[in-house]
């Protein structure tokens, strides 16, 4: 049976620096957020009831918003606990969590500076981003690129990058795959919708340089993590017609975890041993208990 929608579960969404049943978690329909996507957000996940990268998610939501030109109301400090305490009053241990910052509704233009800044974070439980990670995911190309740095602002975790993400996935599962890769500006191999990429060759890991998309903490943390286990990572230029020359493809995000891929429109791949060993990899350093 289908979840209930987020508009009509039990719960509490933490808005505004106050706690309010989930249902009644709502915006003004005039929201600047909704019409100019003056919206930055995070997705992060709760292991053992402990967040990983909290700090980090929380750092990056000011950065965002403050590349937005806006200021999130909220101290790192407060949205650190609002985090935790909304995951203790929900009595989750292991849960996404979702942390949001908007402008408001007093005026309604493409200006928009003297709206007030709005926060919010909720919080679901939810299993794996792809269902069955060892059996790989198959991707297709996206039909949208990633903008160049001098389009948009490809630093900043903004609503408004994501219409191309929205649009390029929904094209992906209309053709039956999970996903889809999306190239740069330039034609060189970008990221997934909502994940980084990376391929293995010969022993060694590639994966594209963040230059006009996001950083991921899980892609940091899974360089980190290859190289501790003397695995070689090159972050550079990777372009569309090396695809053919790699062994293994995975994916890496906050949701995704680390997700193998098994085929890239009609290429195949195998999620091969160095997949596996980051796969288990993150899931043993997300589940250890660091303070
Ligand atoms: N790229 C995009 C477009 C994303 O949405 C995400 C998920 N936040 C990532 C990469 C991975 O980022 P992280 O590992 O920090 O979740």
């Given amino acids: 049976m289908a979840a209930a929608p987020f508009h009509?579960?039990?719960?509490w969404v933490w808005m505004d620096g106050e706690f309010v049943p989930q249902r009644e978690a709502k915006v003004h329909v005039l929201t600047h957020a909704m019409h100019y996507a003056s919206c930055v957000f995070e997705g992060e996940r709760a292991y053992d009831g402990e967040i990983f990268r909290s700090r980090d998610h929380s750092e990056r939501?000011?950065?965002?918003?403050?590349?937005?030109?806006?200021?999130?109301?909220?101290?790192?400090?407060e949205i650190e606990r609002a985090k935790?305490?909304?995951l203790n009053k929900m009595g989750f241990s292991d849960a996404y969590v979702r942390v949001l910052a908007w402008r408001g509704s007093e005026q309604l233009g493409v200006s928009a500076k003297s709206n007030t800044i709005h926060a919010a974070v909720a919080t679901w439980q939810w299993g794996d981003y792809f269902a069955d990670k060892m059996a790989g995911i198959r991707l297709t190309i996206a039909p949208w690129r990633r903008p160049a740095p001098d389009t948009a602002p490809c630093?900043?975790?903004?609503?408004?990058?994501?219409?191309?993400c929205t649009l390029s996935k929904h094209a992906a599962?209309?053709?039956?795959?999970?996903d889809?890769?999306?190239?740069?500006?330039?034609?060189?191999i970008a990221e997934a919708t909502g994940a980084n990429i990376f391929f293995v060759r010969d022993g060694v890991i590639h994966t594209p340089t963040p230059d006009c998309f996001l950083n991921g903490f899980t892609r940091?943390?899974?360089i980190k993590l290859a190289r501790e286990k003397g695995i070689e990572v090159v972050e550079r230029a990777i372009f569309p017609n090396e695809l053919a020359t790699f062994s293994e493809a995975f994916l890496t995000g906050s949701a995704a975890e680390v997700t193998p891929i098994r085929e890239i429109a009609?290429?195949?791949f195998k999620p091969g041993k160095i997949s596996e060993e980051l796969v288990h990899g993150y899931s043993a350093l997300t589940r250890r208990k660091n303070a």
């Fill in 180 to 188: 889809a890769l999306m190239f740069d500006w330039r034609g060189q």
């Fill in 8 to 11: 009509d579960r039990d719960g």
């Fill in 220 to 222: 940091q943390t899974v």
């Fill in 173 to 178: 599962e209309d053709a039956g795959f999970n």
């Fill in 61 to 77: 939501l000011h950065k965002s918003a403050k590349i937005l030109g806006f200021q999130v109301p909220y101290a790192v400090d």
């Fill in 155 to 164: 630093n900043s975790k903004a609503a408004g990058l994501y219409m191309i």
């Fill in 266 to 268: 009609g290429m195949p």
């Fill in 84 to 86: 935790q305490e909304l």
